[in-house]
Every structure is written in C-alpha cells, then in structure tokens.
T-cell receptor, first 113, second 111 residues
Framework: DTGVSQDPRHKITKRGQNVTFRCDPI?????LYWYRQTLGQGPEFLTY????????KSRLLSDRFSAERPKGSFSTLEIQRTEQGDSAMYLC???????????FGQGTRLTVV | TQLLEQSPQFLSIQEGENLTVYCNSS?????LQWYRQEPGEGPVLLVT?????EVKKLKRLTFQFGDARKDSSLHITAAQPGDTGLYLC???????????FGTGTKLQVIP
C-alpha cells in the first residue's frame, strides 16, 4: 500500500464549471476525511466518513459541495458552479478511527480562474 | 466544538537555535498528533502521543503530551533549515469524533 492517493494533483478550471476530485485511502482505514487548506493556514474540516456513512459535514460547506464514499473505499468530492473563492488545496486523509491519527494524501490544488 | 490553539503562529529563527511550539485545548483527546507540511504537499505525520505525560523523541524533535491530555508541546533542538515548514497539531478523540487540527505554526530557519 502506497498510502493515501489523490487525483488530480492540480486542477485549473473556469468559474462556473463543475470539478470532481478522487481520494483513495489506505486500504484498511475505515475513516476518510476531506479538508480544505489555504496558504499558510491549518487544514479546515469539510466532511468525514466512517465506511460509507457520512458522519459529519461542516457548516462552512455550501450546497455546491458534495462528497460520496459509495462502497466505503474511495471517495469523491464534487464542487458545482465553482467560484474563485473555492481556489485552495483540497486534502484527503484516512485513519483507523482508533485514535492513532490520520494519514494525508498529497492534496489536489484547485485554481478557479 | 473542539479547538486547538497553537503558539506562536510564526517563528523565524537562526540555524542552531532551539524552539518550542505549543498546542493547547480545553478538550481532552485520546491521542494527539504532530504533522509537518511543506508548501504544495500534504501534512506528514511526525508522531502520535497517547498517554498523559508521554514524551517522545524523534532525532532533534521532542514531543510531550500534557498530563491531562489537553495540550502538547514540540521542542526542536539546534534547528536546521530543513526544519522549515508548517507544523500542525491535531487531536483525535476517538469514537465518532473527527480529528481536529490546530491553527498551525509556520517555522522559518535561516541559515
């Protein structure tokens, strides 16, 4: 297992377009997190899953954002009608959910022009 | 809502100096993690501390978990330019609680 994998690493899109990111967690990890991070700041929680169940979604997340983890393995994060303010690094992490911490992917850098 | 406050937010020091970064919360965590992040990359897990009062060492880095498991510190001895980065603490309460991240400490070590 090579760790948490995110695809794509970089995405440039025009304002108003939809984008979808994928995250493949560490295989035995049942918990998967999505975070957003802007330059120099700590990761901002978006949502997380325990297996296929979405347990919590940040109130900061508008209706344009949706995340799925259909089979409890990989996850997708979709942003509809992108805005310039959506430009950020989107990080995915996974964990066993046993208090041992989370492991991160390398992130997807989104630029909305 | 669980909050983790890190201090200082920014630190610029000369190579060879020592430094300490603090991570404080009013919440109790079952474990606490420290991460280091370089620009354009995801955070990399450095250490997990689990037991109150626990001290872990990773080369020139020393991590301590507070007795009450609400706070932690990271001490770097003889800092080097390669230590430059964003240091993040994160608390994991276990159960169905999410991992909560601190506000981050941006460290710059000047050669």
């Amino acid at each position: 297992d090579t760790g948490v994998s995110q695809d794509p690493r970089h995405k440039i899109t025009k304002r108003g377009q939809n984008v979808t990111f994928r995250c493949d967690p560490i295989s035995e990890h049942n918990r998967l997190y999505w975070y957003r991070q802007t330059l120099g700041q700590g990761p901002e929680f978006l949502t997380y899953f325990q297996n296929e169940a979405q347990l919590e979604k940040s109130r900061l997340l508008s209706d344009r954002f949706s995340a799925e983890r259909p089979k409890g393995s990989f996850s997708t994060l979709e942003i509809q009608r992108t805005e310039q303010g959506d430009s950020a690094m989107y990080l995915c992490a996974s964990s066993l959910g046993l208090g041992g911490g989370a492991f991160f992917g390398q992130g997807t850098r989104l630029t909305v022009v | 809502t669980q909050l983790l406050e890190q201090s200082p937010q920014f630190l610029s020091i000369q190579e060879g100096e020592n430094l300490t970064v603090y991570c404080n919360s009013s919440s109790v965590f079952s474990s606490l993690q420290w991460y280091r992040q370089e620009p354009g990359e995801g955070p990399v897990l450095l250490v997990t501390v689990v037991t109150g009062g626990e001290v872990k060492k990773l080369k020139r880095l020393t991590f301590q978990f507070g007795d009450a498991r609400k706070d932690s510190s990271l001490h770097i001895t003889a800092a080097q330019p390669g230590d430059t980065g964003l240091y993040l603490c994160a608390g994991d309460s276990g159960g169905y609680q999410k991992v909560t991240f601190g506000t981050g400490t941006k460290l710059q070590v000047i050669p």
